[in-house]
């Protein structure tokens, strides 16, 4: 079986621009969280959407947006991007419900760089 | 607020036991997990301690002391491979359920 999957792997953009990562999760898995790791430092919670809806939101502005749709995949939207949302965007996927945490796999990430 | 605190770096020799500890002061506490992050890699489950005491699975075991706001990660027969950068992380109660505040993750270097 797949596991998890993010798309691209690795993107440059300029300040000021938009940017929208992918994610496929695990087949059957029904939760998917976004995460920001900055080099260096651990990885910082930014959405959680289960069924299609948002669960959970960290302390991003709302430059940072995400969707969810119905084959569960999902997408990671950031607009007017500055220097320092520069790092590692990490996916991971879950059945979410009552099973959460316990069973929450990372994807290998789509590294940013923003010049 | 939410702090995780680990060591930013240790080093250890190949075939010894190695001891990283993680100490935590969050607003609520539901699970306590760790992950070892191999560099450019996504990060890998080890283990997760939701009530006090030890959890040993194989090479690696996990201790949890929720009065103290303190775990630690015990690795043992050191190898190479081990040579990872190992996250600390606090699963938050209610609201998002996967929602889990990491600390800024301990490199280890395993040397021969």
């Known amino acids: 079986d797949a596991g998890v999957t993010q798309s691209p792997t690795h993107l440059i953009k300029t300040r000021g621009q938009h940017v929208t990562l992918r994610c496929s999760p695990i087949?059957?898995?029904?939760?998917v969280s976004w995460y920001q790791q900055v080099l260096g430092q651990g990885p910082q919670f930014i959405f959680q959407y289960y069924e299609k809806e948002e669960r959970g939101r960290g302390n991003f502005p709302d430059r940072f947006s995400a969707r969810q749709f119905p084959n569960y995949s999902s997408e990671l939207n950031v607009n007017a991007l500055l220097l320092g949302d520069s790092a590692l965007y990490l996916c991971?996927?879950?059945?979410?419900?009552?099973?959460?945490?316990?069973?929450?796999?990372f994807g290998p990430g789509t590294r940013l760089t923003v010049t | 607020g939410q702090n995780i605190d680990q060591p930013t770096e240790m080093t250890a020799t190949e075939g010894a036991i190695v001891q990283i500890n993680c100490t935590y002061q969050t607003s609520g506490f539901n699970g306590l997990f760790w992950y070892q992050q191999h560099a450019g890699e996504a990060p890998t489950f080890l283990s997760y301690?939701?009530?006090?005491g030890l959890e040993e699975k194989g090479r690696f075991s996990s201790f949890l002391s929720r009065s103290k706001g303190y775990s630690y990660l015990l690795l043992k027969e050191l190898q190479m491979k081990d040579s990872a950068s190992y996250l600390c992380a606090v699963r938050a109660p209610g609201g998002a359920t996967n929602k889990l505040i990491f600390g800024t993750g301990t490199l280890l270097a395993v040397q021969p």
């Open positions: 991971a996927s879950s059945l979410g419900g009552s099973s959460g945490v316990l069973e929450q796999y």
């Open positions: 301690n939701v009530l006090d």
């Open positions: 087949s059957g898995h029904k939760s």
